[in-house]
């Protein structure tokens, strides 16, 4: 708000990113979603307008919109800043739910990779959501024997590296 022109420049930068494909972003869009990201409210209308602009066929959008998800967490974490309370995470889970219930090698890839990257931004609570979901049992089966080579070694890593440790504390209490 004490910037001039805030309101202009983010109504035009939102009606860029509305208008161009998530493929075409040019970097200085990139580069400008990144300084907005220090109003981190922002990242809620960020992330609704690229997974909407992200049909689960097209490969390279999708792979696109998670690489440039994943630059926005990391951002606000680089900012010392928590991901906002009021952050939609219903919408984000069942972004990623239906990516990984896809079953694409490359775009289920992508987003055990995005988790790996980033489950370390999300709060607790969230995340202990999150983690409940894929370690399911079907799921946490599918994934960890997954017919593809590259989905079954991350979600390896992500179970071993990041998950384990999330509920570590949890098992040697009980």
Do not use: C
Not at 126 to 153: A, C, G, P, V
């Amino acid at each position: 708000m004490d910037v001039p022109g805030y309101r202009t420049i983010l109504r035009t930068i939102l009606i860029e990113m509305k208008e161009r494909d998530v493929l075409n972003y040019p970097l200085a869009l990139v580069e400008a979603l990144d300084a907005m990201l220090a109003n981190d409210r922002l990242l809620n209308v960020f992330i609704y307008i690229a997974f909407n602009k992200s049909p689960v066929y097209d490969t390279p959008t999708v792979v696109s919109t998670l690489d440039l998800i994943k630059r926005w967490f990391l951002t606000i974490h680089h900012n010392n800043a928590l991901v906002p309370a009021s952050f939609d995470f219903t919408f984000f889970f069942k972004g990623i739910q239906i990516l990984i219930d896809f079953d694409h090698g490359v775009s289920s890839a992508k987003v055990i990779w995005l988790l790996y990257r980033t489950l370390h931004i999300i709060p607790s609570e969230q995340r202990t959501i999150l983690l409940k979901e894929i370690l399911k049992e079907n799921k946490f089966y599918d994934l960890f024997f997954h017919w593809s080579w590259n989905i079954r070694m991350l979600f390896h890593y992500l179970y071993f590296f990041q998950l384990h440790k999330s509920f570590a504390p949890k098992l040697e209490e009980s």
